[in-house]
C-alpha cells in the first residue's frame, strides 16, 4: 500500500482503472463469481451482440436481472476513495468498465464508461435516450416510444 501510495504521489497524471471487482463490496457479483450472471446464463448465448440482434427478448431477461441489481446499491469506500483523491486533484480520472454509475454516486466527476452507464440506454433503432425508470421491463424487449 505504500508503495502505491508513493507511485500515484510521484505521478504527473494518475488515473484509476476499474471494473466489476470495485463494485462486489456494493453487492454487485461480477459477472464471473460464483453468483454472476455468467454462471447462470452462457456467454455464448447472452454475451454477445450477435445473440442480442438475434433474439433480443431473451437477453433482455438477463439484461432487466443485471439493470435491477444496480438500482438500489450505494458505492463502498473504494469508490469513495477514489472520488475523493480526484477532488485533491490527485486522481484526474477514472476509466471504468462498469455500468453501475457508482463512481459518480460516490462524487467522481471526471468518469470515462468504457461500456456506457445502465442509466443511459439508447434505442439501437432511432436513438432515443432513456433512464431506467422509463423502461418497462415487464415487458421484454422494451419498447421504444
Ligand atoms: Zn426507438
Not at 15 to 43: C, M, Q, V
Not at 85 to 113: C, P, R
Request: hydrophobic share 40%; net charge neutral; glycine share 6%.
Amino acid at each position: 500500500m505504500k508503495e502505491v501510495a508513493e507511485k500515484i504521489k510521484e505521478a504527473k497524471f494518475a488515473i484509476a482503472l476499474t471494473g466489476a471487482g470495485i463494485s462486489t463490496e456494493s453487492g454487485i457479483p461480477d459477472f464471473r463469481s460464483k453468483n454472476g450472471l455468467w454462471s447462470r446464463y452462457d456467454i455464448n448465448e447472452y454475451g454477445y451482440i450477435e445473440n442480442f440482434m438475434a433474439n433480443p427478448a431473451k437477453v433482455w431477461k438477463m439484461l432487466a436481472e443485471m439493470l435491477l441489481t444496480f438500482k438500489d446499491v450505494e458505492p463502498n469506500p473504494a469508490h469513495y476513495a477514489l472520488a475523493e483523491l480526484e477532488k485533491e486533484g490527485i486522481l484526474k480520472a477514472v476509466i471504468t468498465q462498469n455500468i453501475d454509475n457508482l463512481h459518480q454516486k460516490a462524487g467522481s466527476k471526471n468518469v470515462i464508461e468504457f461500456h456506457g452507464n445502465f442509466n443511459r440506454l439508447t434505442c439501437m433503432k432511432c436513438g432515443a435516450k432513456y433512464g431506467i425508470d422509463e423502461i418497462n421491463l415487464e415487458e421484454l424487449p422494451p419498447k421504444c416510444k
